[in-house]
């Protein structure tokens, strides 16, 4: 239907219902003490086209305590938005928000109550909901009907889905299965409901449709459960690490009063584990087939303190040697030269145990040298009076794999002279699953303790630890992810190594011959 008749629809349809004045004004209030958050809209003249005043009736939104601090930051974008300025962070107008939490938290209704109240507040506007699929239509539906007052628009059903609102603005619902629909024309805000079900091109479909006023995009997601909603993982690991400015606010299903928080509770015992932690509580967890299985992004990655901690006592006692930070190192050209740097902090949870281990920066050298590595360590401001736990080796051959050529003779000379083998006892790399059960034992031991944390700017270990796969049964080691691996199991090894105690199991390493290929093979 052309515009100027859709218009006239609208119009007599509403001329019909209500004259002239239409009452059409929200307000988003908190539920706890009706304190007002947002007002929008008033006095909706159809003839004039423009809000002739205050309204007296209001649809009023109730926000539960979990959705206040979203429901809040909104109010301040809406304000800025409406005085035809953006808000920045890190230096970028803000575009993008994601609602995220276990189910049932309110994050698809409040993504709704904020949709209809900057439809309201801004005449003329143009609002997209984007499911994943046209079958997901029903429930928000149901939201859309008990949102808003039947007088104030028209809805123009299949294959439409639009409704048009007495105030000019358009509220349109699509679907994601063709991202091409999503191509076609401007969106002032758009909701991406459930973005983990999306496909990944949605987000970068969508964020051009705002471009022109400045618009925003909400979406609302649940940790992702397989590899479509990877790309929500990813960017809540970016936002933390400050390289988007996507904001992100996490719905906590226990402070929505609207459902029943006992049946949610009593799901723990009838969902497994995985499902309950992810579903219920919102626990973003590693793929089934990961190899850091115990790695958590909720506990393991966390911003470094300030200062050095503990690191000098506790390098003093342990390698005796004096250094206020401590690098791993793993050496090949081909893909990657990487280092990870580690501080240590006294465990507020467990004192005189254990120190929690933070990697907290890293150095990763596309196709680099050794040189190329140091350059970058000390571009960092780190230099040769730290320690380094460096890949074995390393002592015999250089990144290039050339023999006689070494790597860390290079380091020497740089004048990084502080140098450890990964395993004390030994001039070879400790075995590889033996690392990455220390690994997985510092992320999260079998008394529940974690001691590794990944500072969230170290976006390619916090990556890494998520994404390095088994495959048939056994780590990936032509993944991308396997030499960022190496380079902090080296010192995690050479620190906490797991040694069969007394009485256990003990075996013995017995050297077979072998070419220098397969050596290698084993080493890396
Ligand atoms: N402020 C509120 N006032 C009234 N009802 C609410 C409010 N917030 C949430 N609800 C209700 O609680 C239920 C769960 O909310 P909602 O569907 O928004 O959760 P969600 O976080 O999107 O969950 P899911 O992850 O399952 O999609 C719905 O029935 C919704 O209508
Ligand atoms: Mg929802």
């Known amino acids: 239907m052309p515009r100027a008749s859709i218009d006239r629809a609208v119009d007599a349809q509403l001329d019909q219902q209500s004259e002239r004045f239409v009452d059409m004004r929200i307000d988003l209030v908190a539920e706890r003490n009706s304190a007002v958050i947002i007002t929008a809209g008033g006095v909706w003249d159809t003839r004039t086209k423009r809000y002739v005043g205050e309204s007296e009736m209001s649809r009023i939104f109730r926000a539960h305590e979990g959705q ?55 005449p003329r506007r143009i609002g997209w909901i984007v499911l994943p699929t046209f079958e997901d239509r029903p429930e928000i539906d149901r939201e859309l009907d008990e949102a808003l007052p039947r007088t104030w628009y028209r809805a123009v059903g299949d294959p439409l889905f639009v409704r048009y609102l007495a105030n000019g603005s358009e509220m349109y619902i699509k679907s994601s299965f063709d991202p091409e629909t999503l191509k076609r024309g401007r969106a002032d805000i758009v909701i991406v409901n459930e973005a983990q079900k999306h496909k990944v091109d949605v987000y970068g479909t969508v964020l051009p449709a705002i471009a022109d006023k400045g618009g925003l995009v909400i979406m609302t997601a649940n940790p992702p459960k397989n590899a479509r909603g990877e790309w929500v993982a990813e960017l809540v690991e970016k936002a933390r690490a400050q390289r988007v400015n996507t904001r992100i606010f996490t719905f906590d299903p226990k402070l929505n009063p609207h459902v029943k928080r006992n049946i949610l509770a009593s799901l723990k015992g009838k969902l497994d584990d995985r499902t309950y932690r992810r579903e219920v509580e919102g626990e973003f967890l590693p793929r089934t087939d990961a190899v850091f299985h115990a790695y958590s992004s909720e506990f393991n990655l966390e911003p470094v303190p300030d200062g050095p901690g503990i690191t000098v006592s506790f390098l003093r006692r342990k390698l005796n040697v004096d250094a206020a930070c401590l690098h791993g190192m793993d050496f090949q050209k081909d893909p990657h030269m990487v280092a990870a740097s580690l501080r240590f902090f006294e465990d507020p949870e467990d004192p005189g145990g254990d120190p929690l281990v933070w990697i907290f920066d890293e150095v990763l050298i596309e196709q680099g040298l050794e040189d190329d590595l140091v350059d970058a360590l000390e571009a960092h401001g780190h230099t040769g009076a730290d320690a380094v736990v460096a890949d074995a080796s390393g002592e015999w051959q250089d990144a290039e794999r050339t023999k006689g050529r070494s790597s860390w003779d290079v380091l020497r000379r740089r004048g990084w002279r502080k140098l450890f083998m990964p395993d004390e006892m030994s001039k070879r790399n400790p075995p590889i699953m033996e690392r990455i059960a220390v690994g997985n034992s510092l992320l999260k031991s079998a008394d529940g303790k974690r001691k590794l944390r990944i500072d969230p700017r170290c976006i390619h270990t916090a990556r890494s630890v998520r994404l390095w796969e088994n495959r048939n049964g056994a780590p990936n080691r032509r993944s991308e992810h396997a030499h960022i691996a190496d380079c902090w199991t080296y010192p995690a090894y050479r620190l906490f190594p797991r040694r069969s105690g007394r009485g256990g199991i003990e075996y013995a390493r017995v050297e077979r011959a072998r070419s220098d290929r397969q050596r290698d093979l084993e080493a890396f």
Request: proline letters at 4%; a negative charge.
């Open 68 to 122: 206040i601090p979203a429901a809040e930051w909104f109010a301040t974008w809406l304000e800025a938005h409406l005085r035809g300025e953006e808000l920045y962070e890190l230096g970028q107008p803000m575009t993008d928000v994601l609602f995220l939490g276990g189910r049932r938290g309110g994050k698809s209704n409040l993504a709704i109550a904020l949709l209809n109240t900057y439809l309201v507040a801004a």
